[in-house]
């Protein structure tokens, strides 16, 4: 079984929709991190958080420690949105356990 | 600032050959990563430097090896590039080691061993 699942794993909408992706993981953790992987490849940290709710932006992150579950959510997407969002906990040596990712596109 | 910087971009290698992949940060950053990332796969952890001097293993350090230059520069070395090593090469930096830590990406370097 995986550490860390995400859902789903694709993902296409229309411009202006809610977008939620959700992230299970089964490892102890004190800290998870989103983050943001462009097409061309480039690797961005959206999040790092241990514990609520944390809004930057368009994007607001959550988490349930005690369920083991994070959910990412994007308002009013846009076609520049379009990626692969990767949730990945942080064990004490520093590993990022990565899960498989969700490809997002999004349709003008 | 120009945040992590990696050289080169993309890099083509026969099997045996050596090179040494650059990383370097104007975030006065402590804290620097090398890790690698397969097709379809996520990334793994080759080395970090938790501060200017240290170097420590992370998952996957066979066949290579790092030197933390000063606090800006952070090098990976592959002695002898074997086809397994065909892969995306990220460094990173944070402030601080840790999982506290926001991490920041180089652009990548793409890796071909033949």
């Known amino acids: 079984k995986n550490e860390v699942e995400q859902s789903p794993q694709n993902l296409t909408a229309q411009e202006g929709e809610f977008i939620t992706i959700n992230c299970s993981y089964s490892v102890g953790i004190s800290a998870l991190h989103w983050l943001q992987q462009h097409p061309g490849g480039g690797i961005v940290s959206l999040f790092m958080l241990s514990s609520g709710k944390k809004k930057h932006g368009r994007l607001i992150a959550t988490i349930n420690i005690q369920e083991k579950h994070s959910s990412l959510h994007i308002t009013a997407s846009h076609p520049r949105d379009s990626a692969v969002y990767i949730c990945?906990?942080?064990?004490?040596?520093?590993?990022?356990?990565w899960g498989a990712g969700t490809k997002l596109i999004i349709k003008p | 600032n120009a945040g992590v910087t990696q050289t080169p971009k993309f890099q083509v290698l026969k099997t045996g050959q050596s090179m040494t992949l650059q990383c370097a940060q104007d975030?006065?950053?402590?804290?620097m990563y090398w890790y690698r990332q397969d097709p379809g796969m996520g990334l793994r952890l080759i080395y970090y430097s938790a501060s200017e001097g240290t170097t420590d293993k992370g998952e996957v350090p066979n066949g290579y090896n790092v030197s933390r230059l000063n606090k800006r520069e952070f090098s990976l070395r592959l002695e002898s590039a074997a086809p397994s090593q065909t892969s995306v090469y990220f460094c990173?930096?944070?402030?601080?080691?840790?999982?506290?830590?926001?991490?920041?990406f180089g652009p990548g370097t793409r890796l071909t061993v033949l």
């Open positions: 975030m006065n950053h402590n804290s």
């Open positions: 990173a930096s944070s402030e601080m080691a840790g999982e506290w830590n926001e991490q920041f």
């Open positions: 990945a906990p942080m064990d004490s040596n520093y590993q990022l356990i």
